[in-house]
Each structure stands twice: as C-alpha cells, then as structure tokens.
C-alpha cells in the first residue's frame, strides 16, 4: 500500500474530509464522486509524499478538471479524420500486468500540434486505465493502477519536435494521473532533445521524472531493459514493430498500424496476439478506429 509514503487509513480520512474535497465534489458532475474512492486517494497522497493538504488540493483540481473536460469521452480530432495523424496506443501487457504503451515519432504525422497530441496522449491514458481496472476484475486479482510508456523516437525532428509548450502542457496533464506511470522507456532519443527533457524533468514531479530511462537499438540497452519487466511474446513483438517501422517504406506515417496483416504469420501491429485476443483490446482506441477515418487523407510527408 505504500505506507512508508504517507498513504496510512489515517491521512486518507483526512483527504476525504478536507473542505477542499467537499467543495469540488459538491460542485462537480455526479460522475465525479467515484474520484474520492480510497484508492485514488492514496495515489494522491503518496504522489504528495504524505502531504495531506497538497494531496486534497492536488485532487481537488483533478476533479474540477475531469468535471469540465470529461477526458473519458475525448477522442483525438486529428486522428479521428486521419488515423496517421499519432499513435499512441497500447500494445499489450507487461509481466507485472500493467499496460503497455507505445508510440513512435515517424508514424504520428501531425504530431506537431500540442493540444491535439494532449488529447491523444488523454485517450492513450484512459484507456490503460480502463484496461487495468478491467483486467482487474476479470481475473480477480488486486488491481494494477500504472502503466507503461514506450517512446521511440525513430523519425524525430528536433525543429519541429521540441515544443516547450507540448512538454509544459504534458506536465500539466500527467498532474491528473498521479502514480499512474509505471516505467517511461525513451527509444534512440538523439542528443539534442536533452535540452527538452531538461525542461520537462523540471516541471516533472521528481517520482515521475525518476521512472524515465533512456535506451538505445544498438547497443543492447533496450534488449536488457525489456528482460526485466516484459515477457517474450510482447518483447518479441516490441523488437519487431521497431524494426519494422525502421524500414524505408514506412518512415513517413505510411503503415496502417490499426489494420490486421494480410499474412497471419506477419507482424501484427495493432498489438501483441495474446492481447488482441483478449476482452480488453476493445477498450483500445486502435480497435475503435471509425472506418470513415480509415478513408481520411494520405499521410503527410514530412521531408
């Protein structure tokens, strides 16, 4: 339960009586009274470190936020018309039973738009959410309440990648997901987003900040990383859409990653099998792409 972080029955009392809770559910939709359930309350104050009144303000905004953006129902408008547009989407689960994230740079072709990406990168969160608490109770089991995020900067560009606003806007919605992020796997970052991770390190909370680690396709670095934590099927599958999205025929957005393969011994990029075949890919916006999208406009070319 993390009490050596604060979260004691105690401190959690204290959060749900503090007149800053009472306020903000009182003014919120009714949806929002399941955001003051015990659970969530703890994440709150082990991301606060046992502060109980940074915890209750810190929850209080997110249910003033969630109230007004209502991030269950959002949906990215760019990828609604173009699915090309990002992502982002969860791809299987981890030997720890958390979902896995993962998004690559060359296959997100307006990603140059910070609020768009900030919905997209919502939808990404919602749904791993849902997928845990899903998993959760189908199987019985405790409930997994973090995810994972890999990020492969295959087809980065800094002029165009390195947004201080995305990074601040980024910052601001992961406030809202507090000890949601399990693990953050950075793929072949190059050099000069060192600068935009200083940045984003900053505005981090430092829990969350210290999850972020940085590998390498080359050197063996992401091999030994994915060891620890991922199983052989979805490492397997990790490893291959890397390499396939490496490929000259599709280093401009051009693969359909929601689409089945022709072959059913190809790769799948939609996600790992055992997922796919599991209740829980339908909670995934990849399985929700409208077929009006998949007649949207060709992706763009980025040269």
């Not at 990215?76 to 690559?104: A, E, F, T």
């Amino acid at each position: 339960m993390g009490v050596d972080r604060g979260d004691t029955p105690d401190a959690v009392e204290r959060v749900l009586a503090h007149p800053a809770i009472v306020a903000a559910l009182a003014k919120a939709s009714d949806y929002c009274t399941g955001l003051a359930d015990k659970a969530t309350v703890r994440r709150y104050i082990r991301a606060n470190e046992g502060d109980v009144q940074a915890a209750a303000a810190a929850l209080a905004q997110s249910i003033a936020w969630r109230s007004e953006a209502r991030p269950e129902l959002v949906e990215c408008p760019q990828c609604m018309v173009n699915p090309h547009s990002h992502n982002l989407r969860v791809v299987g689960i981890d030997d720890l039973g958390r979902p896995v994230l993962y998004s690559c740079h060359s296959q997100a072709v307006d990603r140059f738009d910070a609020e768009a990406n900030l919905k997209h990168l919502m939808r990404g969160l919602e749904d791993a959410c849902a997928i845990g608490a899903s998993r959760a109770e189908r199987l019985g089991a405790p409930p997994v309440e973090k995810c994972v995020w890999i990020i492969d900067f295959e087809g980065y560009l800094f002029l165009k990648d390195s947004s201080p606003k995305t990074g601040v806007l980024t910052a601001a919605l992961l406030a809202h997901y507090p000890e949601r992020l399990g693990r953050a796997v950075l793929v072949d970052a190059p050099r000069l987003f060192a600068g935009t991770w200083s940045v984003i390190s900053r505005i981090l909370n430092p829990i969350t900040a210290s999850k972020v680690t940085f590998v390498r396709t080359n050197d063996g670095s992401l091999e030994t990383e994915l060891k620890g934590w991922v199983g052989s099927e979805l490492r397997r599958w990790l490893v291959d859409e890397m390499r396939e999205n490496r490929s000259p025929s599709n280093m401009h957005g051009e693969k359909e990653f929601w689409s089945k393969p022709m072959r059913s011994e190809a790769h799948d990029p939609r996600a790992e099998r055992s997922f796919l075949s599991s209740p829980e890919f339908a909670l995934t916006w990849t399985s929700r792409v409208p077929a009006r999208a998949c007649r949207g406009p060709p992706p763009l070319r980025l040269t």
